[in-house]
């Protein structure tokens, strides 16, 4: 059975950090890219960021140059530092691991259950 199982939300003041991780279980996800999404109330699962099996790594414009994403292939995981945090990056934050790099939620094959990101003003 596959899982990706987030951990590290939790409420933090605009302005300071937290770092998400994701832990792969039931598959080797070698060749897969890696990525996160967010889902904030009211609104459509929103694209973060992604990683590929080369290391290539993909932003949204509205994170970039303020959360950097990572993977340990030998660990089976990926992780999402996030700095500078604003409260619009408020969310449930989702791990999700497919074929290839995309933007495209449709595109990814696995999904985590989520963590919750809250952030005070």
């Known amino acids: 059975q596959v899982q990706l199982v987030e951990s590290g939300g939790g409420l933090v003041q605009a302005g300071g950090s937290l770092r998400l991780s994701c832990a792969a279980s039931?598959?080797?996800?070698?060749?897969?890219?890696k990525g996160w999404f967010r889902q904030a109330p009211g609104k459509e699962r929103e694209f973060v960021a992604t990683?590929?099996?080369?290391?290539?790594?993909y932003y949204s414009d509205s994170v970039k140059g303020r959360f950097t994403i990572s993977r340990d292939k030998a660990k089976n995981t990926v992780s999402l530092q996030m700095n500078s945090l604003k409260p619009e990056d408020t969310a449930v934050y989702y791990c999700?691991?497919?074929?290839?790099?995309?933007?495209?939620?449709?595109?990814?094959?696995?999904w985590g259950q989520g963590t919750q990101v809250t952030v005070s003003s």
């Open positions: 990683i590929n099996w080369s290391g290539t790594t």
């Open positions: 999700t691991a497919g074929l290839h790099n995309s933007a495209s939620p449709s595109l990814y094959d696995y």
């Open positions: 039931g598959r080797t996800f070698s060749r897969y890219a």
